[in-house]
């Protein structure tokens, strides 16, 4: 998954899953025991948050992460028994792959069910200052985006693109092989203008997002922050919309020639992997 960066309305939401279902490192367990501290740490990159509203918010986060812990681990755990063994078939069914991420898609809304009647309140409660320091933040990370992934030629964004995926390749399946080489770079190349779309699709949610904190004693409020957090996807252009599914399909399209392209150390190492953080998983589990 290409993850840039998040508001901060969406970093509970990121900072409770992105370790689990995306990163999936040697130090997930460290980082999961403190998410109590990284939470409001990483929050405070957009949100200068009063002594009043971290005290306010500490307790609620508590309850949130025992949530965490104690129901969706369990669901993670059971996604990862299903997709061993879809990889470990010798060509997986890419649309298999496609149902997994399907079900990542549900537990990132679950947690974003979970976490909005926290963060309605929160952004409710917030002053015009935060406000205006929210967005600011919110533009300086486009304005760097857009020079990082958007201002490159086309060539040049889809040749970052194959290396930074190669990057986030290289842990599960070590040095590739030419022929896998390949589908990266036809994957790479597929995706075309990627990138512009979903930046403006972004921009487009943050301007929503302005328009809604701009009256928070609006009987609207809740109503529409709880659709811009729970209903991401109505918030799509058509030109993003059929981008996103078209890059889902090329995504499970790719792992799947990945895996039918790879040696026998290579899928040793990725199954090694995967019993690792699905330990990991166990480890971190707590009582409901």
Known sequence: MNVLRWPAVKTLLLLLCLSLLITACSRLGLAYRNLDWLV??????YLNLNAQQQAWLKPRLQKHLQWHC?????RYIDWLHST??????????SVRLLEQFGQFDAALKRISVEITPTVI??????????VSELFAALEEDNVEDRQDFLDPPLNTQISERRERMQERLRPWLGRLNSAQNEHLADWANSLSEQTRL???????WQEQ?????????????????TRLLQQREAFYSDAYRASYDRSRQAFATLFSQLLSS??????ERLAHRL???RRDLVEQQCQA
Request: charged letters at 25%.
């Open 40 to 45: 409001p740490w990483r929050l405070n990159d």
């Open 70 to 74: 104690s129901s969706e681990l369990p």
């Open 84 to 93: 061993e063994s879809i990889l470990a078939q010798p060509q997986p069914d």
């Open 121 to 130: 309140v929160l952004l409710q409660g917030l002053s015009e200052q935060q």
């Open 198 to 204: 979903w930046l403006e699709n972004r921009q487009r």
């Open 209 to 225: 997002l302005r328009s809604v904190l701009a009256e928070p004693d609006s009987a609207d409020f809740a109503p529409q922050l």
């Open 262 to 267: 790879a040696d026998a150390a290579q899928r």
């Open 275 to 277: 019993r690792d953080l």
